[in-house]
């Protein structure tokens, strides 16, 4: 419980194609800061992803099973702070990787803030040994056959080969 009794809760948004072990330190992390975690996996149906809305949110649920009701995961559409303002937290929380990474977040939070001032954005910088890690770089590299086991976690690993194995048998 945060202070005064209040449940503090905040929101991790991304399109986590696919969550990597780099999303789960954060989340992790902000456990350690926050009662209740809200994965936000946002629903943009004109990009190509390679897990579906329910396949991201199936993975990712299972990864974070162990917390039980600290940590959930919903897929949101629209404007971010519209989704923010719909649960009972006010705070987004984004990894930080370099400083190639703040101009992009930078503005966004600029914008979100714009929009709905009473939402901050908190940055956690990602640990050195995740700083390599991106959502594309794992799908390049399971495509071609490498090995991600050190990227995203075992459930997501998992997943990968499956879908790669299908991808490759349909071709
Ligand atoms: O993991 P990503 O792709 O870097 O996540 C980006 C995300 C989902 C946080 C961002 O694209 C987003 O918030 N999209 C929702 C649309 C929105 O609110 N746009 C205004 C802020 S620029």
Request: hydrophobic share 40%.
């Amino acid at each position: 419980m945060g202070k005064k009794g209040r449940d503090l809760t905040a929101v991790f948004p991304g399109s986590f194609d696919p969550f990597t072990n780099g999303h789960a330190d954060i989340v992790e992390r902000s456990l350690e800061i926050f009662d209740r975690i809200i994965i936000g996996i946002l629903h943009n149906p004109s990009k190509n992803h390679l897990f579906s809305e329910e396949e991201r949110v199936a993975l990712i649920s299972k990864q974070f099973a162990r917390y039980g009701a600290r940590v959930s995961v919903v897929s949101f559409s629209g404007l971010l702070v519209e989704f923010v303002e719909s649960t009972k937290s006010r705070v987004v929380i984004r990894g930080l990787r370099a400083v190639s990474d703040y101009d992009y977040e930078a503005q966004m939070a600029l914008v979100n803030r714009r929009l709905s001032p009473r939402i901050e954005t908190l940055f956690l910088t990602a640990r050195e040994e995740h700083s390599y890690i991106s959502s594309t770089v794992v799908k390049q590299v399971a495509l071609l056959g490498g090995d991600v086991s050190d990227m995203v976690p075992a459930v997501i690993a998992t997943a990968l080969t499956r879908k790669y194995k299908a991808t490759q048998k349909d071709r």
